[in-house]
């Protein structure tokens, strides 16, 4: 079975600071990668999705993310964060062929004005 | 958007009852899963289908059962609830084929606790 590793468990930053959330999996083949982003009180929402190309994704609202093969890690990045940002975040993976997601334990980001 | 919309939306129960929870969709798509969200765990995956009438055991699916008689419709059950059940449901679909139309669209959740 894949797995899918979020090391940074609960993040705080001040407004305007740079963000930098890891991602890594655990599987050798082709895979499809996603990050979502849950609001307070609200369900997951897609931020971005690699599948093919350019490693490097732009998705909503300022974030991107980079896929790097050879570190089996798929990064997210975003270069000035605002409050509104606030959120809980989940990386996931789904191989190529197969048929299930597998999603990370989530970090949790907390933006101070 | 309410493509995707769970009933209940919240639900306190007890110990041993028989709980349902439902989920329906407005975008057509073939497949659905349910997932619990716990602290510090994640989403974890329940069940899932690809069709009506196909399911497929997940991660975590002792203790919860589920149907798909409608391609729009996936329910989850919890046949006698216990305490450690209490958690976030969600439910998610997705398009059938290669990508890029694999990707989830979730429910708002339902929040379930078991007294």
């Known amino acids: 079975a894949q797995s899918v590793s979020q090391h940074n468990h609960h993040v705080i930053l001040s407004e305007a600071a740079s963000l930098e959330l890891g991602c890594n999996y655990s599987y050798g083949g082709t895979v499809n990668l996603f990050w979502y982003v849950q609001y307070p009180g609200q369900h997951l929402q897609l931020l971005l999705k690699?599948?093919?190309?350019?490693?490097l994704v732009k998705g909503i609202k300022g974030f991107e993310a980079e896929f790097i093969k050879s570190k089996f890690s798929f990064n997210l990045r975003k270069p000035s964060v605002q409050w509104s940002d606030t959120a809980e975040y989940f990386c996931a993976v789904k191989a190529r062929t197969g048929n299930q997601f597998y999603f990370g334990t989530g970090t949790s980001l907390t933006v101070i004005p | 958007d309410a493509d995707v919309t769970q009933t209940p939306r919240n639900r306190i129960t007890k110990t041993g009852k028989r709980i349902m929870l439902e989920c329906s969709q407005t975008k057509g798509h073939d497949r659905m899963y349910w997932y619990r969200q716990d602290p510090g765990l994640g989403l974890q995956l329940i069940y899932y289908?690809?069709?009506?009438?196909?399911?497929n055991k997940g991660e975590i699916s002792d203790g919860y059962s589920v149907s798909r008689q409608a391609q729009a419709k996936f329910s989850l059950s919890l046949e006698s609830a216990i305490p450690n059940q209490t958690a976030l449901y969600f439910c998610?679909?997705?398009?059938?084929?290669?990508?890029?139309?694999?990707?989830?669209?979730f429910g708002p959740g339902t929040r379930l606790t078991v007294l």
């Open positions: 690699y599948f093919s190309g350019d490693p």
């Open positions: 289908s690809f069709d009506v009438k196909d399911i």
């Open positions: 998610a679909t997705s398009e059938s084929g290669t990508p890029p139309h694999n990707e989830q669209f």
